[in-house]
């Protein structure tokens, strides 16, 4: 069965950190390129980073120098580390496998709000 799972949202002030993580299984994790994408309230849906199966990386310019994204090929497992987050951050995370026809998660919610 083919799921991604995130997982790490919550609650944080600005300025503060967090880390999600997808776990993934029935894909060929190592082949696929991984990305995450968030969606605000009565916003469209938008990309924020991708890793590619080489480990090949692409920010938005939104998030640059701010957040990291990661894979483990071992875990097939994909990552985001945010840092120094803003209000302007708040949205529902997406998990994607293989671009915007290929497979998503159900998404994690980020809130950051003092």
């Known amino acids: 069965q083919v799921q991604l799972v995130e997982s790490g949202g919550g609650l944080v002030q600005p300025g503060g950190s967090l880390r999600l993580s997808c776990a993934t299984s029935g894909i060929i994790f190592g082949r696929v390129a991984m990305g995450w994408y968030r969606q605000a309230p009565g916003m469209q849906r938008e990309f924020v980073a991708v890793?590619?199966?080489?480990?090949?990386?692409n920010y938005a310019s939104s998030v640059k120098g701010r957040f990291t994204i990661s894979r483990d090929n071992a875990k097939n497992d994909v990552y985001l580390q945010m840092n120094s987050l803003k209000p302007d951050d708040t949205a529902v995370y997406y998990c994607?496998?293989?671009?915007?026809?290929?497979?998503w998660g159900q998404g994690t919610q980020v809130t950051v709000s003092s």
């Open positions: 994607n496998a293989g671009g915007l026809n290929g497979i």
């Open positions: 890793i590619t199966s080489g480990g090949s990386t």
